[in-house]
């Protein structure tokens, strides 16, 4: 069985590649021209972000049926199974995309099966449970093993975040015209988290100012208690120095975890825009 997941789904090339894992880009625009996410392979990450502070406007778009019929092609020729472990359904309108193709695909290849799993995350929460799957698949773990370890991760894996303009949220339709004119009048900065049930964003808290944002965030990564052998992973769209402070707070709790950073990419970078900053782990 061929495993695959794509770049919304965010983590390292290397652990990628070290994972057995097959990418499917998934595209962005940025000031017109068509670019598709490779995990840092080639792309610049800081350079996206540079260019948005610089008034270059990120869009995103959905891959075709085409797309997704010449990723899982190759795999399906050479006799291999496919299980696609991707970014949340509820996230996009490219899996009516994908639906199309596997349906076609599977007339093709009536010998073969291709199984789509919806992590219900984004970001490098998705790529959290993608990892644990590739590690579970290399032990052994059948595809019934594998939608069962899915559906406890979904409760088990958490990721707070919070932006510093909600002018991207807004243009990704995440929040109304309105909410975001009143939230950057009065300075206020949502905290969010990804609903596992759902796959859609959630608010879960708001503070007045960046400082009292990142404070509140950290104190609800702080208020539960993490498998320490999984670490923590702190995410951010060119704000180092934020990540740092993050990591900071953390290590007063949590000195004996790995704690490490990781960029948000260009994808989803286009709809939460520079100045992300979010904590990743997994309850106990």
């Not at 983590?11 to 590649?17: G, I, N």
């Not at 909600?166 to 339709?173: A, P, Q």
């Not at 180092?240 to 900071?248: L, R, S, V």
């Amino acid at each position: 069985m061929k495993l695959f997941t794509d770049s919304n789904c965010e983590m390292s090339f290397e652990c990628l590649k070290e994972l057995g894992l097959e990418l499917i880009r998934m595209p962005y625009i940025l000031d017109g021209e068509m670019n598709y996410y490779d995990l840092g392979e080639n792309i610049n990450i800081g350079d996206f972000y540079k260019s948005m502070r610089e008034g270059s406007v990120a869009k995103t778009t959905a891959l075709n049926e085409h797309d997704y019929t010449e990723y899982f092609k190759p795999a399906l020729e050479s006799g291999e199974d496919i299980l696609y472990i991707s970014f949340a359904h509820s996230m996009s309108a490219t899996f009516e995309s994908m639906n199309k193709a596997i349906d076609t695909l599977k007339i093709e290849y009536p010998d073969r099966t291709i199984t789509c799993i919806d992590t219900c995350l984004i970001s490098v929460a998705g790529g959290e449970m993608v990892r644990r799957v590739a590690l579970a698949y290399k032990e052994g773990a059948l595809l019934g093993d594998i939608i069962k370890l899915v559906e406890r991760l979904r409760e088990k894996i958490v990721v707070y975040f919070t932006v510093d303009d909600l002018e991207y949220l807004r243009r990704g339709g995440r929040i109304s015209r309105m909410k975001s004119f009143v939230g950057s009048i009065l300075g206020v900065k949502p905290v969010l988290h990804m609903n596992s049930a759902g796959g859609y964003l959630e608010k879960i808290g708001a503070a007045k100012g960046r400082k009292a944002a990142l404070k509140q965030m950290a104190g609800f990564a702080l208020d539960n208690e993490i498998d320490k052998e999984q670490g923590i992973i702190i995410l951010y769209a060119e704000c180092i120095e934020d990540a740092n402070q993050i990591k900071e707070l953390l290590e007063e709790k949590y000195s004996d975890v790995n704690i490490k950073l990781s960029e948000v990419g260009p994808v989803v970078g286009a709809h939460s825009g520079p100045g992300t900053i979010g904590v990743c782990f997994t309850k106990k």
